[in-house]
């Protein structure tokens, strides 16, 4: 066991959104936190907004080598790691007939290759007590028109997510999931609709949620932060719902 005092923790996607905030309260919270993106702006902004002390990693998550990168830097930096929560995703919304292979081939890169060979490469850092989380979405339970590829992307994570818990619980390494309903974040400026199509949406959403509102990144990241936190030592193998209410309906 390497010397490193604080735990560490790895998100994803760590730039903007959710994974911005879950970064941010982890770091609240004693961690020291290694974040990726690839967006440069974002990259930078997330720099300036963590601070010097926080590691910001420029890292493709559709890339198997930059998976295996980000690892050899968290064992050249800190030796170990005990919290990652394997966030980055992409959103893209087309009709069945409108999409084509690359639309297809991208989502499943980053969402189910990315989270996938992100977690192989971090194995060897994980020991026992660890925390991986994934971030799935409410449209695992609640078919969205015109999100066929993108919900097909996050129920491969639940089902990979049940398998690695069995897996790994012999490590005493917990995998678990958030699950977000409707969060305001950057991800609906990026769906590939156009700006009224995403505002009609957004109502349509904001109406069936039982609470009535958007989420924030913030109340995700604080279900983030209980799933890696020593709390939940022993809960593994679920998706948390973070949707007000939106599952249950
Ligand atoms: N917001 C919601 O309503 C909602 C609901 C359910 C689930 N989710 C899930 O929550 C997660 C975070 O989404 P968000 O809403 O916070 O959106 P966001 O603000 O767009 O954040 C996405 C993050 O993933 C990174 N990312 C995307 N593609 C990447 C790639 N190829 N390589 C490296 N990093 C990449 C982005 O970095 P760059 O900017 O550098 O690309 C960014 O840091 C996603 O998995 C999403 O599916 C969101």
Redesign the pocket.
């Known amino acids: 066991m390497s010397q490193h005092q604080n735990p560490v923790a790895l998100v994803?996607?760590?730039?903007?959104?959710?994974?911005l905030a879950a970064a941010l309260l982890l770091q609240q919270r004693g961690h020291d936190v290694v974040v990726?993106?690839?967006?440069p702006d974002?990259?930078a902004d997330a720099q300036r907004l963590l601070g010097e002390k926080a590691v910001v990693l420029k890292?493709?998550?559709?890339s198997v080598a930059d998976a295996a990168r980000v690892a050899t830097e968290i064992q050249r930096r800190f030796g170990r790691l005990d919290v990652a929560f394997l966030?980055?995703?992409?959103?893209r919304f087309a009709p069945l007939e409108a999409f084509d292979e690359a639309f297809y081939d991208d989502q499943l890169a980053?969402?189910v290759k990315g989270v996938l060979f992100q977690l192989q490469k971090l194995l060897p850092l994980l020991g026992a007590g660890a925390s991986v989380i994934l971030?799935t979405?409410?449209v695992n339970q609640k078919g969205i028109a015109g999100a066929s590829v993108y919900s097909a992307t996050k129920g491969a994570l639940v089902a990979a997510l049940r398998a690695l818990a069995v897996e790994l619980a012999p490590k005493g390494i917990r995998v678990n999931a958030v699950s977000?309903?409707?969060?305001e974040?950057?991800?609906y400026g990026?769906l590939g609709m156009p700006a009224e199509a995403v505002a009609g949406f957004k109502s349509g959403m904001t109406a069936q949620v039982p609470l009535g509102r958007f989420g924030t990144?913030a109340e995700v990241a604080e279900v983030v932060g209980f799933l890696a936190s020593k709390g939940a030592s022993y809960v593994t193998g679920v998706e948390v719902s973070v949707d007000g209410g939106l599952a249950a309906t």
């Open positions: 994803t996607g760590g730039t903007t959104g959710i994974g990726t993106g690839q967006n974002n990259l890292a493709d998550a559709r966030n980055a995703g992409v959103a980053v969402n971030n979405s409410v977000p309903g409707p969060i974040t950057p991800i990026k990144a």
